[in-house]
Nanobody
Framework: QVQLVESGGGLVQAGGSLRLSCAASGRSFSSYVMGWFRQAPGKEREFVAAMRWSIGTTSYADSVKGRFTISRDNAKNTVYLQMNSLKPEDTAVYYC????????????????WGQGTQVTVSS
């Protein structure tokens, strides 16, 4: 079955960096859109970044543009989220998601989800 497994979260000081990984298995994701979302306590899940696996096109939320980068490793079937210049407001549980149609910023469009990884940024 389809599995998305995130890793790489942790505690970091403001201005620091983390790289999240999402290992995908269970089918070929070459035609999928892979997304990263986050959810802070008491808030709705929000879009962070997305990539169409086949051609590598990317999109980002305004709040992370210039600081976060989404990428993929085809050989490892893994999607990454490099997060630089982290801010306390980036603190959240980060989720990897996959959609076989068009992805986008609405989490309801995504078919598959990982379990999430906690990112905490201290000031």
């Amino acid at each position: 079955q389809v599995q998305l497994v995130e890793s790489g979260g942790g505690l970091v000081q403001a201005g620091g960096s983390l790289r999240l990984s999402c290992a995908a298995s269970g089918r070929s994701f070459s035609s999928y859109v892979m997304g990263w979302f986050r959810q802070a306590p008491g808030k709705e899940r929000e879009f962070v970044a997305a990539m169409r696996w086949s051609i590598g096109t990317t999109s980002y939320a305004d709040s992370v543009k210039g600081r976060f980068t989404i990428s993929r490793d085809n050989a490892k079937n893994t999607v990454y989220l490099q997060m630089n210049s982290l801010k306390p407001e980036d603190t959240a549980v980060y989720y990897c998601a996959a959609d076989r149609v068009k992805g986008g910023t609405d989490p309801r469009a995504y078919d598959y989800w990982g379990q999430g990884t906690q990112v905490t940024v201290s000031s």
